[in-house]
Every structure is written in structure tokens, then in C-alpha cells.
């Protein structure tokens, strides 16, 4: 049996006609940089999350960027992050010549625990990246009211979230500035390379809008230091078309994320906490398991793929050890990081394949 871990090719051609269409209408207005496609795919993306502006850009990774380069961030500055992400949400702070200070994750949801915040901000903090790992809205009301005390901005990294709510509210819409990644294997995804960037500040959406484009007020003229972080336009056509169905997706992939947790009680497993008031979008379906080498390899051998998200904290990477962490410094997110293992997801996983999976890991 063939299982993908992800199947984005069942995706496309669930939606075929309509991507088709829509990337060939691209194709024939030349218009590949901007224009109504873009201008489309940002009106509908803040109507799905709520937050007032929404601007697509190049990738997550160049979302972040352009929100710590809208805030102004630079040598000195302090950013308070957690070291059990994707290396992204670590790099944008270094590239800006800022410090990452990391905070350890929570047991259960694997998001930034927000107890231990406080303990970590000094004079110098100017942001709280809190990352929205798996799906799962950090825990946001929380972490704003520390931020609003101690007048510090919040950013969500929603790379993993887009779609998941919080108390009712949707994710990219919880903080001053949030960033979602349209990578091809996110919940929304493009077929490249992609990203956005949410605000309901007025100042800083037109700050950013300047920054993803050279730092340009009119042609030719730059106000900022920026960079080329635009989204094109064939990307923005067939986001467009996947935007439409993301609540179906995101249904489907909550009724097979919940199939997987009842099939696995019973397993020497832990199985992913969605805590009350969230609903996830399951961007990977993780768990938790003891012998992570032989799990990996006894599916390996009945041909299911997984993955680990992500193996080395931040904080024990040889590009960060420059900050001086050491072994030890975030128990939770190392132990985390030995045990975690993902298995394959997508709103198109069939029950069948589900089936298999789970008989692979509970057979011999
Ligand atoms: C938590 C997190 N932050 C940032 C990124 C970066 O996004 P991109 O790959 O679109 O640059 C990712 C994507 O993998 C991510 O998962």
C-alpha cells in the first residue's frame, strides 16, 4: 500500500478544473506580479481570519522577517521565542542582528509556555514570538496580557495554524502581527513558495506593504531599507481556489486527527492535547513514543513514511550556540524533541490508509 504522508497530488486533483483555470487566466494577462489576483486573495484572506489587513508575501519565513523589520528590530533587542519550532522563527531575529531568548515549551500543548515569559523579559525585550505549533493556537490571551503590561509586541507565528481558532477568534487574527507560511505541505498551500502577513494597525500594514517591495512609497522612491518579499500572482490564483475549500480540509483533517487519537488509545502513545477552547488544524499529527528509532523503523518497514518535527531544539543547534545555551536549559523541549514523531496527514488520507497505519504500529 502506497500511503504519502502528505497527498498533495490527490489535492490537485480534487480541485484541478477550477487551479487549472484560474493559473491559466494568469498566464494569459501577463500580469504576474501584483495585481487583481493578489488584491483578491488579500481581501479574502482577511475576511476568513478577521484581521483588517492581510498581505501576502514571499514565504513564513520572509513574513517574520518583515515583521520584525516593521517594528523596527535591530542589534540589541531582545525577542522571547521558543527553541521547539522550525529554525525560521529563530533566523529572522539573528539575520536582524537581534538576540533570541528562548522560554521552554508547555508539556501538553508544545507551545511556549507563557509561566515562564515573565522571567525572561528585560529592558531590552521588544517582542514575544509565540508560535502556534502543529495547529494549535498558543495560548494568546495569556501571552497579550503580559506583552500589553510590559509593553512588548506580540507576533504569532501561525505557520503551522492557519485556520485553527482560539476561543472563537481565528488564529492570524490574536496579536498585533501575525505570519502564516503557504509552503506547499501547510494547510493552505501553494505550489511554491509563500506567505502572509496580518495586522489590524493601519501603520504598520502600510509599513509592510512599503518593506515587502524595496521599501518603495512610489516607483522608484524608497522610504525603508526593504527587501523583494512580494507573493506572485499564480500563487495568489491558486491559493484563491484552495481558500474556498480550507473549511472542508480543515473538518476532514479534524475528524481524521480525532480517528487517529481513538485508534491509538490503548498504545503505549501520547497522543496530541488540543486544550479546551481551540480547535487544530492538525498541520501534523504528532505524537509522542519511547523507542522513537525502532516506531520509525517498524513502520518504515511496512512502507508508512513519518517525520520528525523537530529533532534538535534551537537552542542545542550549531548555528545557535553563539547564544550560549547549553544541554539541559529546556528540559521539556529536549525531551519533546526525542520523543516526537509525525505521521502521515492530509484532509485526504482515507480511512483505509488510517487503518493500515494503525495496524503498523500496533503489529509486531
Ligand atoms: C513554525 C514555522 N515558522 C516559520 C516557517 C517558515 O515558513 P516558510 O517555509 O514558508 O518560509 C515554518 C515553515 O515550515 C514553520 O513551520
Do not use: W
Amino acid at each position: 500500500m502506497k500511503i504519502n504522508f502528505i497527498d498533495l497530488q490527490a489535492q490537485y486533483n480534487t480541485y484541478k478544473e477550477q487551479i487549472d483555470k484560474e493559473v491559466l487566466e494568469v498566464m494569459s494577462s501577463a500580469a504576474f506580479i501584483g495585481g487583481e489576483k493578489l488584491a483578491n486573495f488579500e481581501k479574502n484572506l482577511s475576511l476568513y481570519t478577521g484581521a483588517k489587513h492581510s498581505i501576502g508575501c514571499s514565504s513564513g519565513t520572509d513574513a517574520l522577517l518583515l515583521a520584525l523589520m516593521a517594528l523596527d528590530i535591530k542589534a540589541g533587542d531582545e525577542i522571547i521565542t521558543t527553541p521547539f519550532t522550525f529554525i525560521a522563527t529563530a533566523e529572522v531575529i539573528a539575520l536582524l542582528g537581534a538576540t533570541s531568548v528562548f522560554v521552554d515549551i508547555d508539556e501538553k500543548t508544545y507551545n511556549i509556555d507563557p509561566s515562564k515569559i515573565e522571567d525572561a523579559i528585560t529592558e531590552r525585550t521588544k517582542a514575544i514570538i509565540p508560535v502556534s505549533l502543529y495547529g494549535q493556537c498558543a495560548d494568546m490571551d495569556t501571552i497579550n496580557e503580559i506583552a500589553t503590561r510590559r509593553n512588548i509586541v506580540v507576533i504569532e507565528d501561525a505557520c503551522q495554524s492557519f485556520g485553527a481558532t482560539y476561543k472563537g477568534k481565528k488564529s492570524c487574527n490574536l496579536s498585533t502581527i501575525a505570519c502564516t507560511s503557504f509552503f506547499p505541505s501547510k494547510p493552505l498551500g501553494a505550489y511554491g513558495d509563500g506567505g502572509a502577513i496580518f495586522t489590524s494597525d493601519d501603520e504598520l500594514a502600510a509599513k509592510i506593504k512599503m518593506l515587502l517591495n524595496h521599501g518603495q512609497n512610489e516607483r522608484y522612491k524608497h522610504k525603508y531599507i526593504g527587501i523583494n518579499g512580494r507573493l506572485d500572482a499564480i500563487q495568489a490564483a491558486v491559493l484563491n481556489v484552495k481558500l474556498k475549500h480550507i473549511d472542508t480540509e480543515i473538518k476532514d483533517r479534524d475528524f481524521i486527527g480525532s480517528r487517529y487519537s481513538d485508534l491509538l488509545s490503548g498504545c503505549d502513545v501520547i497522543t496530541p492535547y488540543i486544550e479546551d477552547g481551540n480547535t487544530s488544524v492538525y498541520a501534523q499529527y504528532s505524537i509522542r513514543v519511547k523507542n522513537r528509532d525502532e516506531f520509525i523503523q517498524k513502520l518504515s518497514t511496512k512502507e508508512v513514511p513519518t517525520a520528525i518535527h523537530y529533532p534538535l531544539p534551537l537552542h542545542l543547534q550549531e548555528a545557535f550556540l553563539y547564544l550560549g545555551y547549553h544541554k539541559g536549559d529546556f528540559p521539556i523541549s529536549e525531551m519533546v524533541a526525542n520523543e516526537i514523531v509525525s505521521l502521515p496527514m492530509s484532509a485526504f488520507l482515507s480511512e483505509a490508509h488510517q487503518d493500515y497505519i494503525i495496524e503498523a504500529i500496533k503489529g509486531e
